[in-house]
């Protein structure tokens, strides 16, 4: 504990003695300490810096108090830059420092949204647990992550870092995030604050273009945008950064129904909010705060407590609460929320990193984490019997995402180093010795158009019995502000792909990649396509696992994958319209002349593409076949206060062990709202071996059912429901129920 405020700890611990309260010793800590301070050293704690000024400049800054949270600090000077605040400052309030931990500090996994694949929250936890031990040894106890953002559109860059487009998976993800980064409790050194991002609705970016406005309506808001974050908070989660979209004209960071409504008088939520990076500075842009002087009066009301690196809380935060534009009310809150959470993490009494301890960076166990998530991650799109390959196989390795380093550990991957990156050819090199192989990658990145050395690249096919070709996205086409208009596989790696075909060997594309892309031109010249959303530090082994079948894939869809970038959006659990397009159209190079106005239907689908997608959300394939049969319900009719259980049987008919995601989907026939024509509520991984079944049961509340309904109170209507056993969102084994 700080000598500072031994003294205040002190006298508010003899004061709780003497007289009954519900005051915890939490409440009394923060009590005692804000009513010690200045306004000044109160709109210090609400203001975070980037670490981009000399280090003599911020330590004068600190021992003035002007700063409660840095991010991007170096990490050998964290202790230095502390110990000013622990030792030099009035009060000796600690930092907290933060950085983008999103998928692995040192030891990488693969993206959100190739975690997300798994659909395993012990293997997202496990992840979230690594990150937070690595990255805490280096000093971060505070990460921006989870991003809960449900994304439903793969031009959009910012894809990569999400859970996917289901609501449900987002937040049994994001929870499982969360407790990795938090661990049990928040004072243990290796936990890691997690941030709830980005308060709300950042994915539905018109256009899929990074920063555009979003227009979602209060019940979408609340039906499909809210409930990860909910659940987030639900989970412990410390922090919420808003985003920086405006919705509906409202920027998230002086939205006070968000910020306080919603956050604080529904949710109780008591941590701390965190504006995105500038994003209460470009309330100007917006055209909502006429100077900085109104972000900081704005965003002060609306409930945002702490500001990142846009200074306007330091520069007029003090003439706001002397004019009486801003209640001092409103800053005592937000240094309470900051305060206490840096009491939670325990940062008052251990501030400092321990260099004593060993470095747990690349831990053997870690590496493991992040090769198991990679396997689990992968998705198998396609496989006409060319997977899994044997090892006396002599195998050409095309492709420029082959030995792409830097690239397979995918975006925000700050502190990830491609000098630990395992690429496929490496793990060929290293852990299938065995395997003869030609290398030709034929193109040096993913954007290269220069085909010279296309002869060389069928020359090694020819000399081999099948060929892998290794394609995809270089990690800064996607991520944040990398949105594409045009989701094609990009360069001439297309042009690859056929010429590769054209020798006449098996072939099998594999893709590594930050989103969804357009691959159906692609699917012809493959015989089996396996999907790694750039899967991390250990991603090649991993991927070898899997094509020589030393593992199976086990992988499903987050996302929808389309057929053209025009049908986007384009999503699993969407509402059917009052004319839902027939499961048959006439293809567009099939249509009579002169056709008449309406002999080709009038329901809602593509005259070029149709209705459906390529890939359907929760679509993924194995090495072996599972049979869904016998799906019964405990009860066709439930009581709005009861639980429904689904069982149907499930049959490893092929001969390879393997694991099934078994997912439960319902239907809300007539609300009153329409509703969508799927809902995911539960999965499960299921590992039978080959001939195996097992009886596969979902408990259902029926409470899960509620929604935000035409009178926007949530609650669950009566009437009937279809309910879905399913291997995917398209298809399964049908029952239904009804809710009284
Ligand atoms: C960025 C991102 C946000 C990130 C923050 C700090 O602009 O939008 O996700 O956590 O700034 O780097």
Request: with cysteine; proline share 6%.
């Amino acid at each position: 504990m700080n000598k500072k405020l031994f003294i205040p700890l002190v006298a508010a611990t003899a004061l709780a003695a003497c007289q009954p309260t519900t005051e915890t010793a939490e409440d009394r800590f923060i009590d005692q300490l804000l009513s010690q301070m200045t306004l000044e050293e109160k709109i210090g704690q609400m203001n975070q810096l980037n670490f981009d000024q000399p280090l003599d400049t911020v330590k004068a800054q600190v021992r003035r108090g002007e700063i409660g949270s840095m991010l991007n600090i170096p990490v050998d000077i964290i202790n230095e830059v502390q110990r000013t605040a622990m030792e030099e400052s009035r009060l000796g309030i600690p930092l907290i420092i933060g950085r983008d931990v999103i998928h692995g500090y040192k030891t990488v996994f693969p993206i959100p949204l190739g975690q997300a694949a798994s659909f395993n929250p012990q293997v997202v936890e496990d992840g979230g647990r690594v990150a937070a031990i690595e990255a805490t040894s280096q000093g971060m106890r505070w990460t921006f992550a989870p991003m809960l953002d449900v994304s439903r559109d793969a031009r959009w860059g910012r894809i990569a870092e999400s859970l996917g487009e289901d609501p449900y998976l987002a937040a049994e993800l994001g929870a499982a995030m969360v407790r990795g980064f938090q661990g049990d409790s928040l004072n243990d050194p290796t936990s890691m604050a997690a941030c709830a991002k980005h308060f709300v609705g950042y994915g539905a970016s018109e256009g899929g273009r990074d920063y555009n406005s979003t227009q979602i309506p209060l019940r979408s808001l609340r039906n499909v945008y809210l409930p990860p974050f909910q659940r987030a908070i639900e989970t412990g989660a410390a922090t919420v950064m808003t985003s920086f979209n405006d919705n509906d004209g409202v920027p998230s960071s002086c939205n006070d129904f968000l910020l306080r409504t919603v956050l604080r008088d529904e949710w109780r939520f008591d941590g701390f909010v965190v504006s995105d990076w500038n994003s209460m500075g470009e309330m100007m842009a917006h055209g909502v705060a006429a100077d900085r002087k109104d972000v900081a009066r704005l965003s002060a009301n609306a409930g945002l407590d702490m500001e990142m690196v846009s200074y306007t809380y330091m520069d007029y935060l003090p003439e706001l609460v002397a004019e009486g534009a801003v209640p001092m009310e409103h800053i005592d809150q937000a240094v309470r929320n900051i305060l206490r959470i840096k009491y939670r993490l325990g940062l008052f009494d251990n501030p400092y990193i321990d260099t004593d301890k060993p470095s747990p960076l690349y831990a053997e166990e870690h590496l493991q984490k992040a090769r198991t998530a990679a396997t689990q991650s992968a998705i198998l799109l396609k496989n006409d019997g060319v997977l899994p390959l044997k090892t006396s196989q002599t195998v050409a390795i095309i492709g420029p995402m082959a030995d792409a380093p830097h690239d397979q550990l995918g975006t925000w991957s700050f502190d990830g180093e491609q000098s630990h990156t395992v690429t496929p050819l490496k793990a060929l090199q290293t852990e299938y010795k065995q395997v003869k192989y030609h290398y030709e990658p034929g193109l040096r990145y993913s954007r290269d158009t220069n085909t010279d050395r296309f002869q060389a690249v069928k020359r090694a096919v020819r000399q081999s019995d099948v060929a892998v070709v290794f394609v995809g996205e270089e990690a800064i086409l996607s991520g944040e502000a990398h949105s594409l208009s045009n989701i094609n596989l990009i360069g001439k790696q297309s042009d690859l792909l056929q010429a590769v075909k054209s020798v006449g060997k098996p072939v099998v594309m594999v893709v590594m990649a930050g989103r969804p892309l357009t691959i159906e031109r692609d699917l012809p010249y493959a015989d089996a396509v396996l999907y790694s959303f750039h899967p991390g530090t250990m991603g090649g082994p991993a991927i070898l696992d899997l094509l020589f079948g030393r593992e199976n894939p086990s992988g499903k869809l987050p996302v929808t994958f389309v057929r053209e970038v025009g049908q986007i959006p384009m999503y699993y659990n969407h509402h059917n319209t009052g004319r839902p397009a027939q499961d048959w159209f006439t293809p567009i190079d099939q249509i009579p002349l002169n056709a008449q106005q309406t002999s080709l239907g009038n329901t809602s689908f593509y005259l070029d593409s149709g209705r459906d997608p390529l890939f359907p959300f929760g679509y993924g394939l194995s090495y072996t076949r599972f049979e869904y049969a016998n799906l019964r319900l405990s009860d066709t009719v439930a009581s709005p206060t009861g639980v429904i259980t689904a069982t149907a049987t499930i049959k490893n008919v092929g001969t390879t062990d393997g694991t099934e995601v078994v997912q439960l989907y319902v239907r809300d026939l007539v609300g009153s709202i329409a509703r969508p024509v799927r809902e995911l509520k539960g999965f499960q991984r299921v590992h039978l071996k080959a001939g195996e079944s097992k009886a596969v049961t979902f408990t259902l509340p029926v409470q899960d059912l509620a929604f935000y309904g035409k009178d926007l109170v949530k609650k669950v209507e009566p009437g009937k429901f279809h309910l879905w056993i399913a291997p995917n969102s398209a298809e399964g084994l049908q029952s239904e129920f009804r809710v009284k």
